[in-house]
């Protein structure tokens, strides 16, 4: 009979602590539940999506993104494989705003003229020299700040050794190489050996790529892409773009700690690092379409100068229209100079005004006149192309419109009509590794 009741007695002790843990279990479960919806419903108010999770995970609300403004930082290059030599040779205004999702690489030629007169120049009057000179990087940004009537606060200094690591970090980065480059450099250890088309680029070589500008036979990259600095710049902005497309991939946010501590380490700023985590989680949804690039406009005088120094002179009212439209286009507006602007031509579809939105043209002015680089980007606007990239290329006698994308006769004519002359010449060998549709380069019979 003992038995029998302590076996029941054991039994009701059993069944109570199955009922207990059930109980727990299920409060347990509730609290989760409750939690995981409090935490969705705060994914969503702000944004939703990884963008939304990771700024729920940090703290921030759905305020937080409002009140953050564009974020606008001078880039400069260091190479420091010079003892006791710092010029800046890669300058690049860089802009990126999490409401929009919109930045910006703006691109300042390293040979920018900075002093009084132009035919007593000297190596010091040129941009890349004051950080040298003065070891104050506010004074490359005042600098800066005078040349694009910009008001630039913040500045980053990246050394040889923070772009190495950063890319082995994120890398290899797949880059199309847009020429054979060949140069060597024995007094530097300075070897630069690519051929063009697609590649793995890791830190070393990206090195390399970005500080090419010539081969061992004085020839550069093609007149269509830009020669000399002006296709260094742009081959220094088309890389910050590929390596920027391969940070934000989702394989890559894992690492985001790592790129942080290889920002903290190497970079040389005024810019607290904590300010950019509070931007991290919008920019992990930016994407490159996004991306305006562009260089100052300008020419680089023939001069009987005293110390024959190669400078380059900023066209103060190019910059100060580009300057508009690149960082404050809801002020810019484009001047009407034809009466026949609002008619409306019934023999064009909407299915033909969508694809014109859709084709990014690239225009460069060869002409040396600096006015007509903005004359034709008004008429290719007007006509409904997008004109996504501009900047200056080599003197040029002929006009010619390059098709990179195989786009159809009857678009590439138009384009021809619009601007008024160029010969078409088919460049679609590159594929998708170009970022335009359409380079146009204005000869000097426009």
């Not at 002179?313 to 100060?320: A, C, I, R, S, Y």
Request: with cysteine; net charge negative.
């Amino acid at each position: 009979m003992n038995n029998n009741r302590t076996n029941r007695r054991q039994k009701t002790k059993k069944k109570n602590k199955m009922k207990m843990w059930k109980k727990i279990f299920l409060i347990v479960l509730l609290i989760l539940i409750i939690a995981g919806c409090v935490f969705a419903y705060r994914v969503h108010r702000n944004g939703g999506g990884l963008s939304g999770m990771l700024a729920t995970v940090v703290g921030h609300d759905e305020n937080t993104k409002k009140n953050l403004g564009e974020l606008k930082v001078l880039l400069m290059g260091v190479s420091t494989d010079q003892e006791g030599v710092a010029l800046t040779d890669t300058i690049i205004v860089a802009s990126y705003n999490p409401n929009t999702q919109k930045a910006v690489l703006l691109s300042i030629p390293r040979d920018s003229f900075t002093g009084t007169n132009t035919k007593r120049a000297l190596a010091s009057d040129k941009i890349n020299a004051i950080y040298n000179m003065t070891r104050e990087p506010m004074k490359t940004v005042e600098a800066v700040n005078k040349l694009t009537g910009l008001d630039l606060q913040y500045y980053a200094i990246v050394q040889t050794e923070a772009l190495i690591e950063l890319v082995d970090a994120i890398g290899p980065i797949e880059y199309y190489v847009p020429t054979t480059m060949n140069y060597d450099d024995t007094s530097q250890d300075l070897h630069i050996h690519f051929e063009e088309g697609l590649q793995e680029i890791n830190g070393q070589k990206a090195e390399e790529l970005l500080r090419f500008r010539k081969n061992n036979d004085e020839t550069s990259f093609p007149p269509e892409y830009g020669d000399n600095d002006i296709g260094r710049m742009r081959n220094q902005r088309e890389f910050i773009t590929a390596v920027i497309e391969q940070t934000v991939k989702l394989e890559n946010i894992t690492k985001l700690g790592s790129i942080l501590d290889i920002a903290s380490r190497n970079l040389i700023t005024n810019l607290n690092l904590n300010i950019l985590k509070d931007y991290l989680p919008y920019a992990v949804e930016f994407s490159t379409e996004n991306l305006q690039t562009a260089s100052l406009p300008g020419s680089v005088p023939n001069l009987n100068q005293t110390n024959h120094v190669s400078i380059y002179v900023v066209d103060k009212e190019e910059t100060e229209q580009l300057v508009k439209e690149l960082f404050y286009p809801e002020t810019s507006t484009e001047e009407v100079t034809d009466d026949t602007t609002n008619i409306v031509d019934n023999t064009s579809t909407t299915s033909n005004t969508t694809l014109k939105e859709n084709i990014k043209i690239e225009v460069l002015n060869g002409t040396g006149d600096s006015k007509t680089l903005q004359e034709v980007i008004n008429k290719l606007k007007k006509e409904g192309y997008n004109v996504s990239r501009t900047g200056t290329t080599t003197s040029t006698s002929k006009t010619v419109i390059a098709n990179k994308k195989d786009i159809s006769t009857n678009i590439i004519n138009n384009i021809k009509e619009t601007v008024g002359t160029g010969m078409i010449t088919d460049n679609s060998s590159g594929g998708s590794s170009s970022k335009v549709d359409v380079t146009i380069i204005l000869g000097k019979d426009y």
